[in-house]
């Protein structure tokens, strides 16, 4: 079916003025606009409307942001939504469909893709489970919570028969580690892990679950992964609590000290992020990554000298290290200060 009424999100003006233009051009006439996801929705909460078309950067509330948010309301759980941005990252194309995107559409606009978007969401029948798969989760949810897990555990496993989803097995999972059938925990976190393979918490329970069976290594190996993702998301403060989460399983764990030194020199704290690399290099002394991310430190702090000896380090044991070179020769030549902009 036609959408008969759309509401578009974006903070650039000129952006908006070129999509709006575009859908009037074809026969789209109803159309709401908003500057701010905030903005947006207010509208929302207001009106009713058959397409939504956001931007993913805005700098109050993202379009994945508001994406996840509408999809929490029952009026707006299948409606079409399109998330827009200059260059889709592959995380950035998962993220979206983990929060239940309906297509991306890449700017500058282009005439005939924006048409062919919105020929194909015309064909879009709505699901009428939808509504009762909700409810149905929400109540297992509850359930849980309640501590009722025989309950719960029916309900999601009835869901499973449904449709396979992450959420569902994750929650399997929590069931099964709260009754103590750690082996069948495991199982339900794999399966989660596997349809969503950036599911930190499901990594992050499936880490645990392994340190209660006693099996530190499976359990490391999950945890660090957790905070990976959380890395890569920029979620620093989530990373850093599961890598010494790992550190009191096992002190000596290899890589964590190094984990620890770029967290902290993301954060700029770099007498920590110092600590930390030392550390790791008692561990890993001829670790040339190690070493070099020590001079990078050095160079942060603007002690040049310093930074020269870890990076010739580097370069010693792995003579075919071209950042390292390239930072030594910047430093010797005194353009250091340019190199790293």
């Known amino acids: 079916m036609k959408p008969s009424s759309i509401l578009l999100v974006d903070d650039n003006h000129i952006a908006l003025k070129e999509l709006t233009n575009i859908l009037r051009y074809v026969n789209y006439e109803n159309i ?3 500057k701010s996801g905030n903005e947006a929705w207010t509208l929302l909460k207001n009106n009713t409307y058959d397409c939504i078309i956001t931007s993913w950067d805005m700098p109050d509330m993202s379009g994945l942001a508001l994406l996840k948010i509408i999809r929490k309301e029952d009026r707006y759980t299948d409606t079409p939504f399109f998330l827009t941005h200059s260059a889709f990252t592959k995380l950035k194309v998962i993220q979206a469909g983990q929060a239940g995107v309906t297509g991306l559409i890449v700017r500058p606009y282009d005439l005939e893709n924006v048409t062919l978007k919105m020929d194909q969401i015309a064909h879009i029948e709505k699901d009428p489970d939808i509504s009762d798969k909700t409810q149905k989760y929400e109540a297992g949810l509850a359930l849980i919570e309640e501590k009722k897990f025989d309950h719960a555990l029916e309900i999601f496993e009835n869901l499973i028969t449904q449709s396979e989803s992450a959420e569902y097995w994750y929650n399997i999972g929590f069931i099964k580690t709260s009754q103590e059938k750690y082996g069948e925990a495991i199982q339900a976190f794999q399966k989660a892990t596997q349809l969503n393979r950036l599911f930190v918490k499901a990594f992050e329970a499936m880490g645990r679950t392994y340190h209660l069976m006693g099996k530190k290594d499976d359990a490391i190996k999950c945890l660090q992964k957790a905070a990976h993702i959380h890395m890569e998301k920029g979620e620093i403060e989530n990373a850093e609590d599961l890598l010494n989460e790992v550190l009191e399983i096992n002190p000596d764990t290899l890589n964590v000290f190094n984990s620890l030194g770029v967290l902290y020199r993301k954060k700029g704290k770099l007498k ?5 690399y030392l550390k790791a ?3 890993h002394p001829k670790e040339p990554h ?3 991310n020590v001079g990078r430190l050095y160079v942060d702090m603007k002690n040049f000298d310093k930074a020269k000896i870890f990076f010739a380090k580097a370069i010693k044991y792995n003579p075919d290290f071209k950042e390292a070179k390239e930072v030594l020769k910047a ?3 005194g353009s250091i200060e340019s190199f790293f902009r």
């Open 32 to 34: 709401d606009q908003a």
């Open 272 to 276: 920590k992020a110092l600590e930390q």
């Open 281 to 283: 290099l008692k561990i």
């Open 290 to 292: 190690i070493l070099y």
């Open 331 to 333: 430093i010797n030549m």
